[in-house]
């Protein structure tokens, strides 16, 4: 599968509606002709409740203050797709268990259809992670005839309007790099499918979530490889509808039996923040983590890609002086060293005596007392490359046998499940590091984050989702090989507009923007990405010059991002239109920043993403406590009003750090201040 499924709007209200009466999207004639479901089982603890009707149709409450509050009706939340279009989706209720596990407690409930299909409920609650069910459905065949299956979708629940509307985070990649965050209002309908959704953009987190001002509701699989599962995120009449769905052609015949992926259905208030933090956790648990970052991760960058890809040593010699000045710890040498893509060769024109100008200018770093980083793209190679002729074994080949195209660089995707792929990288990275004598590496290209299954027969996979399964393996083999060369090297994995596959987070030590869009993106993404690699995870806002008004740090230090930028010094840019110079202007702006990111070091605080809601809270707030003081941050274009500072413990008193201005105190019991600010407000609140 390299393309992903068929999803329209149509195709999608039918995959998640169930019966029009069940689902609440028949209207209100359909209502009234329709009888009330009665619960007839219930799986609960104290957040998330869980209840079954006798067709096992299932709804959805959160418990608050004692009181249940429904988010859903019921509807067939769990079921089986036939290939002929059809769906078993009502099951007879037979039995409902609750048995002891260590930490929680699993109930299983279990029903038979009309077709002679029985399904078995799996329900897994662990005290530490409240309001979090993992959910896995076994079907057997117990008729005397195979059932031709074409999928099966769990966790189909419609979030009921609450009036105020509803934000969503969806975790799927596309080629647009739309924002994860977005309202969700009517006619909006996102497949979020975690394959191939263009050529080369792919994969994610496979989570989904939706809230109102109240409450929300998500979904997602905790399987510890990808899945081709989709996400479909759906504004309904009835409200927001989610749901996990996967093709799964089969004949199940008489006496057979599947299983579904593992997957989670959680509630929650507030935003998406508090589901990724918990998913990160289970995962981590899972053996699937963030590695501890070293202390390298968070000091602030200089990239050389304000020279394009025209860069010469020479420029970038002439920079280094100016960034170590300006309180930057990293040179990174971007796109352009190389002849191509897969070769890898150093570019003759520019480093005439081949490795010794690079070791050199490896070294000239150093010596400026900043840390060098290189620019690489693996996984990719180059029409008529010396690769490409002598190696086109390890291109990853679609089911018709053509390979599969890389955009960006009008390049082909290698196979990362292959092993002379493997090999080949392993090499380029020890001479990278070994060699050349580079402390960092910058990991770049969309195509990175996931890949299509592979149909090569020269790699004899066992199933063309190999490919797609063992990515990270892959990557794991790169990070392993730089950290055996320089234990403290630094690993940057940007996926250039993806949303993040978490498969990958082990196998990389800091994270940017990813090549944002806009200032909001570098701080939605920011708050992703704590949530999802640890609270004080070193994220980078990527460079400055991509922001709102190419100058907005603010929505990194604020934040708690690693500042990054790529201004060129002492003359502009090549490239068409480029703004990079480092005016006298702009070089106070950047001294002053710099200079407050260094002084603040805010990512290795703990990012409080629980206390703001994205979406609904204007102006748009931030927390991160360090050190006993609590850092705020709000965005708006223009805000006259209170603000309320949150998570207080007792009396602070409140200083604006950008403008160096004291604005009074605040208490847990008094948090208001009242602000007036044009983009940004970044405080520091003091215990007294």
């Known amino acids: 599968m390299t393309a992903r499924p068929h999803l329209n709007r149509r195709n999608l209200l039918s995959l998640l509606t169930g019966t029009a009466c069940a689902s609440g999207l028949a209207g209100p004639t359909a209502f009234a002709k329709s009888k009330p479901a009665l619960p007839v089982a219930t799986a609960a603890d104290g957040r998330l409740v869980l209840s079954f009707d006798m067709r096992l149709h299932s709804h959805l409450s959160i418990r608050r203050n004692d009181v249940n509050l429904p988010l859903s009706d019921f509807a067939p939340t769990e079921y089986i797709t036939l290939k002929s279009g059809k769906r078993i989706d009502s099951f007879h209720f037979a039995r409902r268990t609750q048995t002891a596990i260590e930490g929680g407690y699993r109930v299983t409930i279990t029903g038979r259809s009309p077709q002679g299909l029985e399904k ?24 005397t005839t195979a059932l031709d299956l074409a999928g099966w979708t769990n966790g189909a629940h419609v979030l009921k309007a609450g009036g105020h509307g509803f934000w969503s985070w969806s975790g799927a990649s596309h080629p647009d790099r739309r924002d994860w965050v ?31 001002r109240d409450a929300g509701i998500a979904v997602g699989h905790v399987e510890t490889v990808p899945k081709l599962v989709s996400l479909p995120l759906i504004a309904t009449p009835a409200g927001a509808a989610v749901a996990v769905t996967m093709e799964h052609p089969i004949a199940l015949q008489p006496g057979d039996s599947f299983a579904t992926a593992e997957t989670f259905i959680t509630v929650h208030t507030g935003d998406y923040f508090t589901t990724l933090d918990t998913y ?15 202390a390298a991760s968070y000091e602030g960058i200089w ?40 070769d890898w060769y150093l570019d003759p024109k520019k480093f005439p005596r081949g490795d010794a100008d690079m070791r050199d200018l490896a070294t000239k770093i150093k010596a400026a007392g900043l840390k060098p980083r290189l620019w690489v793209s693996p996984l990719a190679v180059d029409p008529g490359t010396d690769l490409m002729h002598d190696h086109v074994d390890m291109l990853l080949l679609d089911k018709d046998g053509a390979p599969q195209a890389i955009s960006w660089w ?22 990278i590091f070994r060699d050349w004598g580079f402390e960092g590496l910058k990991i770049d290209g969309q195509h990175l984050n996931g890949v299509a299954p592979c149909y090569n027969p020269a790699h004899r996979h066992a199933y063309p989702e190999e490919s797609v399964e063992k990515l990270q393996t892959f990557w794991k083999c790169v990070y392993d090989t730089a950290l055996a ?108 920043w710099i200079g407050l990111y260094n002084e603040k070091m805010l990512p290795l605080g703990t990012y409080r993403g629980e206390l703001y809601d994205i979406g609904f809270d204007k102006p748009e707030g931030h927390a991160v406590e360090k050190d006993g003081r609590m850092y705020y941050a709000f965005y708006a274009d223009s805000w006259r009003g209170p603000v309320t500072l949150r998570g207080l413990k007792g009396r602070y008193r409140v200083h604006d750090y950008f403008n160096n201005r004291d604005l009074g105190t605040v208490s847990d019991t008094a948090p208001r201040i009242d602000a007036a600010f044009d983009r940004f407000l970044v405080l520091e609140a003091t215990p007294i």
């Not at 799996?122 to 069910?133: A, K, M, W």
């Not at 981590?284 to 983590?289: C, I, K, P, Y």
């Not at 250039?496 to 990813?514: E, H, L, R, T, V």
Request: hydrophobic share 35%.
């Open 280 to 294: 990160r956790q289970i995962m981590s648990e899972r053996g699937l983590a963030s590695p501890v970052p070293p």
């Open 303 to 342: 990239c050389a890609w304000g020279y394009d890809r025209t860069v010469t040593a020479a420029e970038v010699e002439g920079t280094l002086s100016k960034a170590k000045d300006l309180g930057l710890k990293w040179a990174v040498l971007d796109d352009g060293w190389q002849t191509s893509e897969g």
């Open 120 to 143: 078995t409920i799996s329900l897994t609650f662990y005290d530490r992670y409240p309001g979090f069910v993992l959910q896995q459905i076994r079907y057997r065949n117990s008729s």
């Open 182 to 212: 977005q309202p969700v209002r009517t006619g909006f309908s996102q497949p979020n499918f975690m394959g191939m959704n263009a050529s080369d953009y792919g994969s994610g987190t496979p989570v989904v979530d939706v809230w109102r």
């Open 485 to 592: 060369a320089n234990p403290d090297a630094v690993i940057e994995i940007c996926p250039c507009g993806d949303s993040y596959a978490y498969f990958n987070f082990p196998y990389m030590n800091q994270a940017p923007a990813s090549d944002p869009e806009s200032s909001w993106q570098v701080r939605l993404k920011g708050k992703s990405l704590k949530a999802l690699m640890g609270r004080s995870a070193p994220y980078s806002g990527d460079h400055v010059e991509l922001s709102d008004h190419g100058d907005d740090f603010a929505s990194s230090v604020g934040i708690g991002a690693v500042v990054s930028t790529k201004f060129t010094w002492p003359k502009e840019g090549p490239a068409p239109g480029s703004n990079f110079l480092l005016t006298p202007e702009k070089e106070a702006l950047w001294r002053k």
């Open 410 to 431: 009008n390049a082909f995707y290698l196979c990362p499940a292959y092993q002379p792929t493997i090999d080949y990288t392993e090499k380029l990275v020890n001479r």
